[in-house]
């Protein structure tokens, strides 16, 4: 199994930028890609995007795509979600998980979240 650790959340204004940190350890060999959710209060949990372990593709939502990038970076076991131009509307917890495989419906391991919070 993977642990993941996600950090660097807070209160930012809008239009204000935020780099969130997802610290993967254990079998990280095993990992197809990191994807990042999150949870607004009182709606169901959103896919972000993601990035694959091997390679580095990446994959994002239209409602991020040009405000979000996810990098990694393999020798350290790090995966960055850069967050420019925020919204209100990006508040929610965010949480990345490590994909075992290529199927949507892989099993998951996910860190504890990470809350963001986006003043008007």
């Known amino acids: 199994q993977v642990q993941l650790v996600e950090s660097g959340g807070g209160l930012v204004q809008a239009g204000d930028s935020l780099r969130l940190s997802c610290a993967a350890s254990?079998?990280?060999?095993?990992?197809?890609?990191i994807d990042w959710f999150r949870q607004a209060p009182g709606k169901e949990r959103e896919f972000v995007g993601n990035i694959r372990w091997s390679g580095g593709t990446t994959y994002y939502v239209d409602s991020v795509k040009g405000r979000f990038t996810i990098s990694k970076d393999n020798a350290k076991n790090m995966v960055y979600l850069q967050m420019n131009s925020l919204k209100p509307e990006d508040t929610a917890v965010y949480y990345c998980?490590?994909?075992?495989?290529?199927?949507?419906?892989?099993?998951?391991?996910w860190g504890q979240g990470t809350q963001v919070t986006v003043s008007s």
């Open positions: 998980a490590s994909r075992y495989g290529s199927s949507w419906s892989d099993n998951r391991s």
């Open positions: 254990g079998r990280t060999f095993s990992i197809y890609a």
